[in-house]
């Protein structure tokens, strides 16, 4: 029998394409072993270890707060709880994805808690070349605060296409001209630069649907972009083709980082939020690409076109 983080190698292999022989030449280990193993899920394996009374014992000391989140929020995924315990005990903790995956499963199966649907990114695979295209969504998001009431929290996202290198930005108010625009300033600064082109949800360009049909004053909007130098490219809303990758990082976003979350202030949470991307958003394994955000930026970074904050120096129109 293997240990759990010989369990989880063999998974990563085998998830990055190696072959059984290929994996059992590499962790040194007998074809019929790492066979045994291959196609069981994370739950088959915590049964099994669980039958031959080996614990993961690395994640015991998380055990309370590992089941708070679960009684908490029984839809919660394993990724979220991973991500909080980054968050919670930056200091101590240390395990790995899947050994929260393992952990998480042996718990709900302890406490009869069911699994939720997994959140998964979308899975396009046209490439780019780097610098060329970034594209923006928005979306909302209700989250509960300190005292249990509902708040509306409104998103944006810019993604590089290439990279898969991710920026959001929260607010409580439906976007505007002036705060659209300032989301865009924002996120160049974040990237240290713009791509050539940006790709939109026409729908929401012109009139921004889901957050309360706000109109977005495209003179405004025409006047920044020709200023700052990147083109626009409209397409029709939920066309994964044209914009999936952006549409994909907004549900992920809700459906990872602001999920299960309570509202502390708008400040408190984009400053959250820029600590979840280097953890999690930028700082994991994309699911498609296979690679880190964070590490392919690095070489898609120089190849972005320098911009100022425009908005704060050219005559933006303003809107009603």
């Not at 998480?104 to 302890?110: G, H, I, Q, T, W």
């Not at 780097?130 to 509902?150: H, I, L, P, R, W």
């Not at 006047?223 to 990082?249: I, N, Q």
Request: charged letters at 30%; aromatic letters at 10%; one cysteine or more.
């Amino acid at each position: 029998m293997v240990d759990s983080k010989m369990y989880v190698k063999i998974k990563e292999l085998k998830e990055i394409g190696f072959k059984k022989n290929r994996v059992a030449s590499v962790l040194k280990l007998d074809p019929k072993t790492v066979d045994r193993y291959w196609d069981m899920t994370d739950e088959d394996y915590a049964r099994y270890i669980t039958e031959k009374s080996e614990r993961t014992k690395v994640m015991d000391e998380f055990h309370d707060f590992v089941l708070e989140r679960l009684v908490t929020y029984p839809e919660i995924t394993s990724s979220i709880i991973f991500d909080n315990l980054r968050e919670t005990f930056p200091d101590r903790f240390k395990c790995s994805d899947r050994t929260v995956r393992l952990y998480v499963a042996l718990v709900r199966e302890k406490e009869g808690i069911p699994k939720p649907v997994k959140i998964r990114q979308y899975g396009e695979n046209l490439e780019l070349p780097f610098g060329y295209q970034a594209q923006v969504d928005m979306g909302e998001k209700t989250m509960k605060d300190t005292n249990g009431k509902s708040v509306k929290i409104y998103v944006f996202a810019m993604v590089l296409s290439s990279s898969r290198y991710k920026f959001v930005l929260f607010q409580r108010e439906p976007f505007t001209a002036q705060t659209f625009i300032r989301a865009h300033d924002l996120a160049f600064k974040y990237f240290g630069g713009r791509p050539s082109e940006i790709v939109y949800d026409q729908d929401r360009v012109m009139v921004v649907s889901e957050n309360r049909g706000d109109i977005i004053d495209t003179e405004a909007f025409d006047t920044y972009r020709h200023s700052a130098g990147f083109s626009v490219h409209l397409c029709r809303g939920a066309d994964p083709e044209s914009k999936g990758k952006v549409e994909s990082v907004v549900k992920f976003v809700k459906g990872n980082f602001l999920s299960c979350r309570i509202f502390h202030g708008i400040a408190a949470l984009n400053s959250a939020g820029l600590g979840w991307l280097d953890r999690t958003g930028n700082g994991k394994a994309h699911e498609t690409t296979k690679m880190i955000p964070a590490v392919v930026f690095r070489e898609e970074q120089k190849h972005l076109k320098p911009v100022p904050e425009i908005s704060e120096r050219v005559n933006i129109p303003k809107t009603a």
